[in-house]
T-cell receptor
Framework: GDSVTQMEGPVTLSEEAFLTINCTYT??????LFWYVQYPGEGLQLLLK?????DKGSNKGFEATYRKETTSFHLEKGSVQVSDSAVYFC?????????????FGKGTLLTVNP | ETGVTQTPRHLVMGMTNKKSLKCEQH?????MYWYKQSAKKPLELMFV???????ENNSVPSRFSPECPNSSHLFLHLHTLQPEDSALYLC??????????????FGPGTRLTVL
């Protein structure tokens, strides 16, 4: 079945450090890929997405490139801020016969210290 | 209000209680979703409604009963829950249940504790 594997957290960084959160997937067909972010006490928000191979999604300084050859969609940011502290979820969406279905990873907690 | 709202934000209930979770979306969307978020587990899709009809039910126990009276409101009725049902229950909505570019917008969730 379809699945998403993302690096286990928690990840703790100092402000202005470089961030990478790894995400790999297994899917039938051609999935769309997403990163969602959940700030403390809030619901999930879409951070970025890519719908086909080699697409790069970007938002708020975060980037991820859809790599079909390695089935990966790693999240990166060059310089993190304290306000980036949150849980990050990698997800894929495939068409399952009659409808689309989002499958999420377990989430990675990021803490950025000043 | 804008976006997706959920009430209550926190709920503590005993195993014999009956309670309901409410979700309301102010985005004019036609599809609504219930997810369960447990610690150290991926989000689990529970139910999907499209144009007020249930289109997905992911083998959820019958002690969870959804209701979608109109395209803006979604309820999750709870009865005789178990302690392992304690989790964050998230509601989401999207323009349609067609996937692809239809982004799901999430509410803040209801933190449920079953004693």
């Amino acid at each position: 079945g379809d699945s998403v594997t993302q690096m286990e957290g928690p990840v703790t960084l100092s402000e202005e450090a470089f961030l990478t959160i790894n995400c790999t997937y297994t899917a039938t067909g051609y999935p769309s890929l997403f990163w969602y972010v959940q700030y403390p006490g809030e619901g999930l928000q879409l951070l970025l997405k890519a719908t086909k191979a080699d697409d790069k999604g970007s938002n708020k300084g975060f980037e991820a490139t859809y790599r079909k050859e390695t089935t990966s969609f790693h999240l990166e940011k060059g310089s993190v801020q304290v306000s980036d502290s949150a849980v990050y979820f990698c997800a894929l969406e495939v068409y399952g016969g009659s409808n689309y279905k989002l499958t999420f990873g377990k989430g990675t907690l990021l803490t950025v210290n000043p | 209000e804008t976006g997706v709202t959920q009430t209550p934000r926190h709920l503590v209930m005993g195993m014999t209680n009956k309670k309901s979770l409410k979700c309301e979306q102010h985005l004019g969307h036609n599809a609504m979703y219930w997810y369960k978020q447990s610690a150290k587990k991926p989000l689990e899709l529970m139910f999907v409604y499209s144009l007020e009809e249930r289109v997905e039910n992911n083998s959820v126990p019958s002690r969870f009963s959804p209701e979608c009276p109109n395209s803006s409101h979604l309820f999750l009725h709870l009865h005789t829950l178990q302690p392992e049902d304690s989790a964050l229950y998230l509601c989401a909505s999207s323009q349609s249940f067609a996937g692809g570019t239809d982004t799901q917008y999430f509410g803040p969730g209801t933190r449920l504790t079953v004693l």
